[in-house]
């Protein structure tokens, strides 16, 4: 085993125990700190793909905005040092059971089917070295080009969407004066 | 990374994808079920950048969905948090079972 792949499953247990805690931890804001590990540790795996524009925007978007935003909203609606009352036990055993019988069919449609890579890399001479460049200059100009292949539109669209969400946000959590209604 | 076959990124992701699933269904907090949430849309990202890199090495179709979905969770966690935070003003409490005002 090379030393890339011991990093990769360290690396994904970390993620998955951090993941793990992070939904069965009793403290909220104890929940809310393994999810940022999680989340950490996830950013790492894209550094491992070298994929450093999408581990760089995971760490800034989630760990930096999604993460500290939760953690706010923990502040304003609870005590943070009150325990989360346990879920029902049938409750809990039955989505552990639901959750194990989905996993194990997915591991056993993902480890039957044979990942040939298609196209190019098929003929590449031992796949995973040749490539991606992806860099932020080139992610950029594609997801800016108008060609056939450029991702303008979608791009444009979650602008709006942003935007939405923005407005959106604003107006609903508004504080409306006791007088008027 | 050669000597890691795609299908174990893939068994990282299904399993992180569960992990998130046993959250939402066993959670009864409005914030703990969005992180259960995160972590869902987490794992559908690992898998895209996952087939990017191994099967389509000379594309970038995988980078931007991962984007994009990194954008939409933004905004989705964004509104959830505004929805919790007005629920709480008028329920005092950010429990799914205490807000039954529309159920019936």
């Given at each position: 085993m090379s030393a890339s792949a011991v990093v990769f499953y360290i690396l994904s247990f970390f993620i998955l125990a951090a993941g793990l805690l992070a939904v069965t931890s009793r403290k909220i804001f104890r929940s809310a700190i393994w999810l940022l590990f999680s989340l950490t540790g996830i950013a790492g795996l894209y550094f491992w793909l070298q994929m450093e524009f999408i581990a760089a925007v995971q760490i800034v978007v989630y760990v930096g905005g999604i993460v500290v935003l939760i953690i706010f909203s923990i502040f304003l609606t609870q005590q943070s040092g009150k325990d989360l009352p346990a879920p029902v036990r049938s409750r809990a055993v039955f989505s552990a059971l639901a959750a194990g019988a989905g996993f194990a069919l997915t591991c056993l449609l993902a480890g039957r089917y044979g990942f040939a890579p298609a196209g190019h890399a098929a003929a590449g001479a031992d796949g995973g070295n040749m490539g991606v460049d992806a860099s932020v200059g080139n992610i950029g100009a594609q997801m800016l080009s108008?060609?056939?292949?450029?991702?303008v539109l979608p791009f444009e669209v979650i602008s709006i969407l942003l935007l939405a969400a923005m407005i959106g946000c604003i107006v609903i959590a508004i504080k409306t004066k006791p007088g008027d209604k | 990374m050669n000597q890691v076959p795609l299908s174990h990124i893939l068994f990282v992701s299904a399993a992180l994808f569960f992990i998130g699933m046993y959250g939402l269904f066993t959670r009864r907090n409005m914030i703990t079920m969005l992180m259960s949430v995160e972590l869902i849309l987490n794992s559908v990202n690992i898998n895209f950048v996952a087939f990017n890199k191994y099967l389509?090495?000379?594309?970038?179709e995988g980078i931007f969905f991962s984007l994009f979905i990194i954008a939409i969770a933004a905004a989705e966690a964004a509104v959830a948090i505004a929805i919790i935070i007005n629920l709480y003003r008028n329920f005092?409490?950010?429990?799914v079972e205490d807000a039954g005002e529309m159920k019936f």
């Open positions: 108008t060609s056939e292949h450029g991702y | 389509y090495p000379e594309k970038l005092r409490s950010i429990d």
